[in-house]
Structures are given as structure tokens and as C-alpha cells.
């Protein structure tokens, strides 16, 4: 088992679990560069055959949906205690997957209108980057950029880019 804890540590944990190809990894959702839902993707396309547990603080609908997209085992909260986790951990381990109670119900609400690049471009935007930037990360327009953008504050019913973006991190979008 490899645990990815130390945020500044991602792209080294993504190495190890390359290399060591442990049964189970355990992953924040959350994290610089690459999240655990990007790790659990990237596992997924290598087919390493290691497992995923994402943990993460919220219960948002929106991470489970493409948290199981990405090829996750399981998708638990941190204040599960110590015993329920290891629980969980064994019987992902054993090929089942677990989903915290919480979330499994919360599952069902309401679906994400995003597509995957008014996705990325709204992220992006709601870190501070300006549409040329944007474009120049994404190998995109400027003009691109600004109907992705269009579209997902259209979508979310949001004023503009930054209220979007809220909106679509709140409910696990982002």
C-alpha cells in the first residue's frame, strides 16, 4: 500500500505506485498537479492493476461520479475511523468496492453538465488564469477559451467566470 499525503509529493507518488505496483493506493482528492482522480485515471490507462481509494473531506456527488469514471475502488471520507478505513482498505484489496454511505446517497442528485474541456477551462479560470493563458496552456484560442467559459457560466446559471467556477468546485464539478 502507498499512501499520497504529502502534497508536494504527487508526481513522486504516482512514480512509486509506477514502480512498486502496490495492491491498494490511497490518494487525496485534492492536490497540485495532479489530483487523485487524474492519478486514479492515469493507473486506469497503464492498467497497472493497483487499486484506488480516494479520500477526501466533502461529501460531494459530482467527485464519486468521476471518481468512479477514473477507475477508483473506493471513495471514503477522512473522518471514517481508523477501523472502518482499514475495513474498507481490505476489502478493496479483495477486488469489492466501497463507497461511504454518505456519498452513495448523494450520488443520485443532481448530474454534472460540464463537459471534460469546460472542465479544464473553467479550473483554470478559477485559479486566476486569464484566457490567454488559458488558451496557451490548453493549445487553444483565445476565442475557444472564451465559449468554453460561455458555456459553463451558462450552464451553472453564474454571473461569470469566478462564480462558475465556485459552483462547480461546491458541488464536486471541478
Known amino acids: ?42 493507473l486506469k490507462r497503464r492498467r497497472t492493476g493497483t487499486r484506488v481509494v480516494i479520500v477526501a473531506t466533502f461529501a460531494r456527488a459530482g467527485y464519486l461520479r468521476r471518481a468512479l469514471e477514473a477507475g477508483a475502488s473506493g ?4 473522518d471514517m475511523r481508523a477501523e472502518e478505513l ?21 450520488a443520485w442528485g443532481e448530474m454534472d453538465p460540464l463537459t471534460d474541456r469546460e472542465r479544464q477551462v473553467l479550473r483554470l479560470a478559477g485559479e ?9 496552456e490548453l493549445g487553444l484560442s483565445e476565442g475557444t477559451v472564451r465559449n468554453y467559459l460561455s458555456e459553463a457560466i451558462s450552464k451553472l446559471g453564474a454571473s461569470n467566470r469566478v462564480e ?11
Do not use: C, N
Open 128 to 136: 486566476g488564469a486569464a484566457s490567454g493563458d488559458i488558451a496557451a
Open 164 to 174: 462558475a467556477a465556485r459552483i462547480a468546485r461546491t458541488k464536486g464539478w471541478l
Open 75 to 78: 471513495y471514503l471520507l477522512k
Open 1 to 42: 500500500m502507498v499512501l499520497a499525503e504529502d502534497q508536494g509529493m504527487v508526481l513522486g507518488a504516482l512514480a512509486a505506485v509506477l514502480a512498486q505496483k502496490p495492491d491498494v493506493f490511497i490518494t487525496d482528492i485534492e492536490m497540485p498537479h495532479m489530483s487523485g482522480l487524474d492519478i486514479a485515471a492515469e
Open 86 to 106: 482499514t475495513d474498507a482498505v481490505r476489502r478493496v484489496q479483495q477486488g469489492l468496492r466501497v463507497i461511504h454511505p454518505e456519498l452513495a446517497m448523494e
